[in-house]
């Protein structure tokens, strides 16, 4: 049984994925609005005792180059503070492209993106879990 939680940190709003408990399928389950730290935690404290998780996977924003960028240290800095405040560790996967590649999805799908930026979050914090999942996988 496995219970980890993506998420797609932005300035904004943040993306939130489970998985089912066999680790196979990532989810899109909320997005939270980044209003503030306090808000996000306690959030984020609900959606970790309700699915029992025990590790956060965030997607981190390199650079189109493979750099860390500002948006990147930002995001840094911002899950130690989560990690911390939700005693969970954290675990980082590329995420370059994940909200085009989620639009993308999206579209195909005929679902209409332009209003629901949320839903564009959530979905990318899908693929960022499913990444990390097929990875982890693969590994064992």
Do not use: H
């Not at 306090?38 to 309700?50: G, M």
């Amino acid at each position: 049984m496995i219970s980890v939680l993506g998420l797609d940190i932005g300035s904004k709003r943040i993306g939130v994925a489970g998985c089912d408990r066999t680790g196979l399928i990532a989810t899109g389950l909320t997005t939270i609005n980044n209003k503030s730290f306090v808000y996000v935690t306690e959030q984020l404290s609900q959606i970790v005792r309700q699915r029992e998780a025990t590790l956060l996977v965030v997607g981190l924003p390199y650079t189109m180059d493979g750099a860390k960028g500002t948006q990147a240290r930002r995001v840094q800095k911002f899950t130690k503070r989560l990690a911390k405040a939700l005693s969970l560790p954290v675990t980082y996967v590329d995420e370059r492209l994940t909200s085009v590649e989620a639009e993308q999805q999206l579209i195909a799908e005929r679902r209409p993106t332009v209003k629901d930026k949320g839903l564009i979050d959530r979905r990318a914090a899908a693929i960022i879990l499913q990444q990390w999942l097929d990875r982890s996988r693969s590994e064992l």
